[in-house]
């Protein structure tokens, strides 16, 4: 679960630009919080899914802790996700890279929130032995 100070936002940057999909949305008026759920797929039958959490009385800026490192979220071109997501209010961190030969290419970008999002590639070329 990560807190978003904006919802609208939040949910073009995870919906829009990454291309997933609201499971379920509860607006709870008695507590005045919104909780979001997205994936790629449904419950059962995909990935894990990211919760939203929107505080609508929230005055102060939420900090992100020590705890926090990120989120990795597979695509199958880094480099076109890296780029295209600036459209969607992303920040461009780390620019597509390989940590080492045949090692999936990643890159970094981070929400209009500020947390870092991993985009690591999903689909790639076998390692060739040498």
């Known amino acids: 679960m990560i807190r978003v100070r904006d919802v609208d936002a939040a949910l073009r ?11 379920d949305r509860y607006d709870m008026e008695a507590g005045r919080f919104s ?3 997205l ?17 609508w009385d929230q005055d102060e ?17 880094v480099a076109a996700m890296w780029s ?3 459209e969607f209010g992303a920040r461009q961190g780390t620019a597509p890279k390989s ?17 870092a999002i991993e985009l690591i590639q999903i689909s790639r070329q076998p390692v060739k032995a040498e």
């Open 39 to 55: 994936s790629y797929a449904g419950y059962r039958d995909g990935p894990a899914a990211i919760e939203l959490t929107y505080n």
């Open 99 to 115: 940590l080492m030969p045949g090692a999936p290419e990643l890159a970094f970008v981070y929400d209009p929130d500020g947390y």
């Open 35 to 37: 909780i979001i759920f």
């Open 61 to 77: 800026d939420y900090t992100h802790g020590s705890g926090y490192g990120h989120i990795a979220i597979g695509v199958p071109d």
């Open 13 to 23: 940057f995870y919906c829009d630009g990454l291309g997933m999909a609201v499971l």
């Open 84 to 86: 295209r997501l600036a």
